[in-house]
């Protein structure tokens, strides 16, 4: 069975503190994605990023970077210098790869508040 | 903007009243999902359309029924809720399945529904 684990329900950091978001996933597919969504008050997921199971190099977007490690089936997301804008539900998600259409199992999300 | 909209972003209806939500993505996607977002729940897929043709129903109750007419529209017709149904309903579009970046879903804003 495929499962997504969220264990932080809410972090409360203050403006320019680094926070790093946690996701621990189970999954019995050799190919698999991995996937984060923001959910701001508005209400929308808004895509941050996918990763194939066969791609462990570690990806930096801006003040966003994501650690993948098969090894521990983790993939965290790290926010640096955080700023208020941030403060929303962050979702991490697990899908079937191989071509198959891959329906999002998603965890229960953690809720970051960033205080200025 | 995700090229996802969804109308209408708030609802609140009796429990013998028949409403629809509606959903419409500008992407020329050719999948379309519909979700369930309770509190304190994981999101929940409900119903998934591939080219207009349903091909997952998530166990959902009867009272729920889908409706998908063209690849850019979805619709979600609602009759004899039950309060437990109240919820944030989110649709979200992809690429058709057995295409390329088919599991990268893009989200829409989300209707909010009371059931009274």
Known sequence: ?116 | ETGVTQTPRHLVMGMTNKKSLKCEQHLGHNAMYWYKQSAKKPLELMFVYNFKEQTENNSVPSRFSPECPNSSHLFLHLHTLQPEDSALYLCASSRGRGTSRSNEQFFGPGTRLTVL
Not at chain 1, 49 to 59: A, C, G, L, M, V
Not at chain 1, 74 to 95: E, G, K, P, R
Not at chain 1, 96 to 110: A, C, D, E, Y
């Open chain 1, 1 to 116: 069975a495929q499962k997504v684990t969220q264990a932080q329900t809410e972090i409360s950091v203050v403006e320019k503190e680094d926070v790093t978001l946690d996701c621990v996933y189970e999954t019995r597919d050799t190919t698999y994605y991995l996937f984060w969504y923001k959910q701001p008050p508005s209400g929308e997921l808004v895509f941050l990023i996918r990763r194939n199971s066969f791609d462990e190099q570690n990806e930096i977007s801006g003040r966003y970077s994501w650690n993948f490690q098969k090894s521990t089936s983790s993939f965290n997301f790290t926010i640096t210098a955080s700023q208020v804008v941030d403060s929303a539900v962050y979702f991490c998600a697990l899908s079937r790869g191989g071509g198959s259409q891959g329906n999002l199992i998603f965890g229960k999300g953690t809720k970051l508040s960033v205080k200025p």
